[in-house]
């Protein structure tokens, strides 16, 4: 197994995860999130703050770029939908092209069958219709 921790940046999981969240996600939405959070979710939240974004997503083995093209390919084999939605959202804060979601989802077609990728184009498509064709980053 291999040690993580020399990938970290310094900090607590929770400092560096709200940092890294909001670096990717933007303000507004973890603002929102933290705002609705309630005593059935709050330690919902704080696993994923420490363990998707403290840990996994502060991590600098790979870039945010490369992370979020995995999120985005994941999440759209796995349907699920919403999710999927604000990762394509966020690209445009990891330095992800649209060429690069293309990519991600022409993979998604090959691995996890062609209605998954139809359905995250349709989405992709959504999220980014007032961009530029070339860059998420205008959205």
Not at 69 to 81: D, K, N, S, Y
Not at 115 to 130: G, H, M, R, S, Y
């Amino acid at each position: 197994m291999s040690d993580r921790s020399h990938n970290r940046k310094p900090g607590s999981r929770i400092d560096q995860g709200m940092a890294t969240r909001r670096a990717v996600l933007g303000d507004a939405h973890v603002d929102k999130a933290s705002r609705s959070a309630t005593g059935i979710d709050q330690d919902f939240q704080t696993l994923i703050v420490e363990g998707a974004w403290g840990t996994v997503w502060s991590d600098n083995t790979i870039t945010r770029r490369e992370r979020s093209m995995l999120t985005i390919a994941l999440l759209a084999a796995l349907g699920h939908q919403e999710e999927l939605a604000m990762h394509l959202r966020a690209s445009r804060n990891t330095g992800t092209s649209l060429e690069d979601i293309r990519e991600a989802l022409l993979h998604v077609a090959i691995y996890a069958g062609v209605p998954a990728a139809n359905t995250a184009f349709k989405i992709a498509k959504t999220v980014f219709e007032d961009s530029d064709p070339d860059s998420p980053s205008n959205t």
